[in-house]
């Protein structure tokens, strides 16, 4: 069974200050995808960012980026100089090999930047 | 049509009775998915279906079935309500590859609270 872990329930910054918000996920499967969701107070999830299992490049784009590091089975993000409209709920998540397209989830974490 | 529309917004219901929930996905995407999201936690996977199928599910009891139609549109059904099936249900879509490159495009979801 896949399972993806966020130990951080909550995190509170200060605006312009970085935060990484930590994901370990743990899979048999060879071939898995990871993923970063968005979660607004309005509700709907906004997708960030994939990874595939073969892909360990890490990535920045504008302010995030991504480190994946499957010796350590983590998939973490970091948002650089946070702004008050990074506010809401980041969930990790993780799909593929005998899951098929279920998406399983972390619990996520509330980031609060505070102006 | 871009986006994926859910209705409606806010559902109360009282326990024992059944209940359907609506889900517009974005055009041209054959693969609809039904999430459960309960107050302070990740979402959790209930079904999914592929050109009007169902192509995987959770571990969710029968009660909860679903439909999915030629005009991209799905519904989630519940039947005999429990207090417990108070939560956030959140619609995703994507096209023919599961999700695994550009992610699954979700609902703002339907808050559903049974009394």
Redesign the interface.
């Known amino acids: 069974a896949q399972k ?1 872990t ?1 130990a951080q329930t909550e995190i509170s910054v200060v605006e312009k200050e970085d935060v990484t918000l930590d994901c370990v996920y743990e899979t048999r499967d060879t071939t898995y ?1 990871l ?1 970063w ?1 968005k979660q607004p107070p ?6 960030l960012i ?1 990874r ?1 299992s073969f892909d360990e490049q890490n990535e920045i784009s504008g302010r995030y980026s991504w480190n994946f590091q499957k010796s350590t089975s983590s998939f973490n993000f970091t948002i650089t100089a946070s702004q008050v409209v990074d506010s809401a709920v980041y ?1 990790c ?1 993780l ?2 090999g005998r899951a ?9 974490t509330r980031l609060m930047v505070k102006p | 049509e871009t986006g ?1 529309t859910q209705s409606p917004t806010h559902l109360i219901k009282t326990r024992g009775q059944q209940v359907t929930l609506r889900c517009s996905s974005q055009s041209g995407h054959n ?1 609809v ?1 039904w ?1 459960q999201q309960a107050l302070g ?5 209930i079904f ?1 279906y592929y050109r009007e199928e169902e ?2 599910r ?1 571990n969710f009891p029968p009660r909860f079935s679903g439909l999915q139609f030629p005009n991209y549109s799905s519904e989630l059904n519940v039947n005999a309500l429990e207090l417990d099936d108070s939560a ?1 249900y ?1 619609c ?1 879509s ?1 096209d023919d590859r ?12 339907t ?1 559903l609270t049974v009394v």
């Open positions: 993806v966020q995808y993923f969701y309005s509700g709907e999830l906004v997708f994939r595939n969930f998540a799909t593929g098929g397209n279920m998406l399983t989830f972390g619990g996520g | 994926v693969t998915s999430y936690q990740g979402p959790q996977f999914q192509n995987g959770g956030l959140l995703a994507s599961g999700g695994y490159y550009g992610g699954y495009t979700f609902g703002s979801g808050r």
